[in-house]
């Protein structure tokens, strides 16, 4: 009898290796393995073109676990941008003298944001915040910063869990200590509540001589409440602080530009990234000139802000959104998905509750074991053949006929998971369940 060969995961085999000379085994908490599925995920992808991944082990998945973070939204190697970048590279993506695209992605940002005059770049969505807090807090010559949502990294950022340790997390995750974080910045960032008008106002009253901007996402989860961004809007004029929109996930998804555009409410400066580049690293500041000028009056540089690779993505991004209506096709796949998820749901007797916008649909189980059941939901996905989370984005380069297989297998999935919670049995997971808060991995 032939013994049986016991399948090995090179993803994770290298995974192992990466923990002991990587801090935290990667660069990104939102690509960590123990997210999605604790030593089962694949981790580490060879090539991947439209909406498919190929691992360590050459085994294909379709993507419907985020498109490399929600970046990738015409989909994954798009040949137009790929030409224009490779064309880039070939002509030197550095250089003594600066890229002439940089102007030519500004005019684009530009025409499609009326009541904006001036931009800066950067390479990620973390520095462009940094940098739109910078030019904030010298336009207005305050320092405090109000904030609601996911903004980054950085000391500014991260200072608020000094004060007390779960500020930050209704706004990304709990457990992010500030370990590094200088003590002195405690208080120069003060979190509120997505659309609590109480607690934002409550907030502003306690230290609006010193505030000197306030930044948050228009959307993420859940729609906002579009009185409270006016009244938002309006506080900040009054006491004199910068209002920043903070697009870096919701730009350029649901509509072209900025989600505010939509609802028709403008910021003195948004920021983007992610979208906007088609993978590639680029991140934009963009606001009016009485405040953006501000920025010759600190320092704000880096050298690889100037190299043109990002620009050229950004370019031809753009122009491919605005050619093929990039972001209705990708709204309607999401509603689509919205719609057909509550059904499967319904038709297997299963709570589940749906939310995001359109084109970042997300769901999760209404259960007490709702953490098990998502990662046994992910288990069983990975095996027919889909990289799945709670959340997905929708790309030009989905397409309904790999959507409703996407769906199908979700009916599957489904149908399983309502037996166990009909028999209340044991979730039969593979390995552990996945993590929900920032954990030390090494």
Known sequence: MKKKIKFKNKGQELLNKAKKIIPGGGQLLSKRSELFLPELWPVYYKKAKGVAIWDLNNKKYFDFAGMGTLSCILGYSDSYVNKKVINAINNSSMGTLNSYEEVEFSELLLEAHSWADMTRFARSGGEACSIAIRIARAASGKDKVLFCGYHGWQDWYLSSNLRKKDNLTDQLLPGLIPNGVPKNLIDSAIPFKYNDKEDFDKK???????????????????????????????IAKKIGAVFIFDEITSGFHDNYGGKHLFYKINPDIAIYSKAIGNGFPIAAILGRKDVMQYAQNTFISSLMWTERVGFVAGIATLTKMKKFNVQKINTNYGKFIKKRWQEIANSNDIKITIKGMDTIPEFSFCYKNSLELSTYFNQEMLHKGFLTSSRLATSFSHNYKIIENYLDACYETFKKISKIINSKSKVPLQGPIRHDTFKRLN
């Open 204 to 234: 502003v009253n306690k230290h609006n001589k010193n505030i000197g901007a306030i930044i948050m996402e228009p959307q993420r989860n859940m729609k906002p409440d579009v009185k409270l961004l006016r009244h938002i809007k309006s």
